[in-house]
C-alpha cells in the first residue's frame, strides 16, 4: 500500500529530553515521506544549537525541518504565536501532499499545534506591574499569591519559575477565569488534526545516565563558547532563552556567581527534573502510544513506531 498516502494526517514524537525522539523523528519521516516540525521551544532560538541538542544538517539527514532558528535569543517565547507558525507549516505540508512528523518535548507547544486550545493575549500594562513585583517581591511571593487563586496552577508551576508565575497571574487577571481553565486537560482532548502521538519513554536510570553523558558532550562541544557567543547576542536579556538548561547556568558561572564545574553539575541536575516533569505532562496524555527508548530496544524502536503507523492507518 502507499503508506505516506494512508497515514495519519500527522504524527507526533514525544517524550523528555535525551530519551531519542529527535532521531526517531527523522526515520519516520524519512518512511512516510514526510516533514519534521520543531515542537521543542528552545531550538525556536538562532545560535542555541549544542544546549539544545539541535540536529546538524547531517543528522537531519536529508529531511527537511521546520521552526528551527526562528527567533533572537532577545524574543519572548510565545505560545500563541507558535502555534500560528505551526499551524501554518503543518496546512502548507499537507496541501503539498507530506506527512507533518511534530517532533518535540515541549508539552503546551505540541497542544498548541494539534489540539484546539486558544490562548489569551497580554497586557502590557498587567504584564510590566506584575514583572515589577517580581522583581520586588520575588517569586515565592507571587506563587504565594497563585497558590491563592488557583491552587492547580501553583502546583504544576515550580515557585521559582518567576515568568510562568506571571503570566499565570496575567492570565487570571485579564480573563477573570483560573489560569488552569486555559491549560489542557482531559476535556481538552480535541484535535485540529487527527494524529498519531508516539511517545518514546526510558526508564529513570537510564535517562539520568545518557542526561550526565549528554550534557558532558555539550561541555566537549563548546557549549560555554557558545554561552559566550549569545550573550553578546543579548542572551542575558532576553526573558526566556536566558533561562534555558544549561544556559541558565552557564551564564551564572560567567557572572562569577558559581565555578564552571558547579554550573554543569548543576544543569545536569536541573535536566533530570526537568525530564521528569516532561514525561509527567504526556503520560496524563491517554492518546499518546509508548514505546522503550532504552539502549536494548533503540534497533527496534523505528519498526515499532511503524507498526504503530500502520495499524492506525487500518484500525
Request: with cysteine; net charge neutral; glycine share 10%.
Amino acid at each position: 500500500m502507499n503508506s505516506a498516502a494512508h497515514a495519519p494526517r500527522v504524527v507526533a514524537v514525544v517524550g523528555p529530553t535525551a530519551a531519542g525522539k529527535s532521531d526517531l523523528g527523522v526515520a519516520l519521516a524519512r518512511r512516510l515521506g514526510g516533514e519534521v516540525v520543531n515542537a521543542d521551544s528552545m531550538q525556536l532560538y538562532r545560535g542555541m544549537d549544542i544546549g539544545t541538542a539541535k540536529l546538524t544538517p547531517a543528522e537531519q539527514g536529508g529531511v527537511p525541518h521546520h521552526l528551527l532558528d526562528i527567533w533572537d535569543v532577545t524574543e519572548t517565547a510565545s505560545v500563541a504565536e507558535y502555534q500560528r507558525l505551526a499551524r501554518e507549516r503543518i496546512d502548507a505540508l499537507l496541501a503539498a501532499g507530506r506527512v507533518p512528523v511534530l517532533v518535540g518535548g515541549s508539552g503546551l507547544y505540541v497542544r498548541g499545534a494539534i489540539d484546539t486550545l486558544d490562548f489569551p493575549g497580554t497586557d502590557p500594562a498587567v504584564r510590566a506591574r506584575l514583572e515589577g513585583e517580581l522583581a520586588g517581591l520575588g517569586s515565592a511571593a507571587l506563587h504565594a499569591r497563585l497558590a491563592e487563586a488557583d491552587p492547580r496552577a501553583a502546583h504544576a508551576i515550580l515557585p521559582s519559575n518567576g515568568r510562568r508565575i506571571v503570566r499565570a497571574l496575567e492570565v487570571i487577571e485579564i480573563t477573570g477565569e483560573p489560569f488552569t481553565a486555559r491549560l489542557p486537560g482531559a476535556a481538552d482532548e480535541r484535535s485540529v488534526y487527527p494524529t498519531l502521538q508516539i511517545g518514546v519513554g526510558v526508564e529513570r536510570p537510564e535517562l539520568d545516565a545518557r542526561i550526565a553523558e549528554r550534557v558532558d558532550r555539550m561541555w566537549r562541544a563548546g557549549l560555554v563558547d557558545e554561552v559566550r557567543a549569545l550573550e553578546r547576542a543579548g542572551l542575558r536579556e532576553g526573558r526566556t532563552a536566558s533561562r534555558a538548561l544549561g544556559y541558565q547556568q552557564i551564564l551564572a558561572a560567567l557572572a562569577g556567581e558559581c565555578a564552571e564545574e558547579e554550573a554543569r553539575e548543576e544543569t545536569v541536575r536541573a535536566t533530570r527534573r526537568f525530564a521528569r516533569r516532561q514525561e509527567s505532562w504526556f503520560r496524563r496524555d491517554p492518546r499518546v502510544r509508548w514505546l522503550s527508548g532504552a539502549r536494548e530496544a533503540r534497533g527496534e524502536l523505528v519498526d515499532l513506531a511503524w507498526e504503530l503507523v500502520e495499524r492506525t492507518v487500518t484500525s
